[in-house]
């Protein structure tokens, strides 16, 4: 059974920076397309940025340009790099497989707050 913790947001202001972490049991992200989602308050949840085991990657065009996905196949973590927040980015992220037919269970998530 695969099971992820998403950790490491927080609160931060406009135009700052925060990397989002994902660690799994149950599944090699080296071995698997990943992504990152995120859901703000009262909308559907959206793809941000995923990431193929050949590391070809892929973002949402909101995030293009400010937000960087990257793994680490030794560690078994994927990670989120976001630069210039918006307080349109304030969000729960979530990290699970970028096809459909394989997503697991949803973790926990880890709120991002944009604001002054």
């Known amino acids: 059974q695969v099971q992820v913790v998403e950790s490491g947001g927080g609160l931060v202001q406009p135009g700052g920076s925060l990397r989002v972490s994902c660690a799994a049991s149950g599944i090699r992200f080296g071995l698997n397309t990943m992504a990152w989602y995120r859901q703000a308050p009262g909308k559907q949840r959206e793809l941000v940025a995923s990431?193929?085991?050949?590391?070809?990657?892929n973002y949402a065009d909101s995030v293009k340009g400010r937000f960087t996905i990257s793994g680490d196949g030794a560690k078994n973590m994927i990670y989120l790099h976001m630069n210039n927040l918006k307080p349109e980015d304030t969000a729960v992220y979530y990290c699970?497989?970028?096809?459909?037919?394989?997503?697991?269970?949803w973790g926990q998530g880890t709120q991002v707050t944009v604001s002054s």
């Open positions: 699970n497989h970028a096809i459909a037919s394989k997503m697991f269970n």
């Open positions: 990431i193929t085991p050949q590391l070809r990657t």
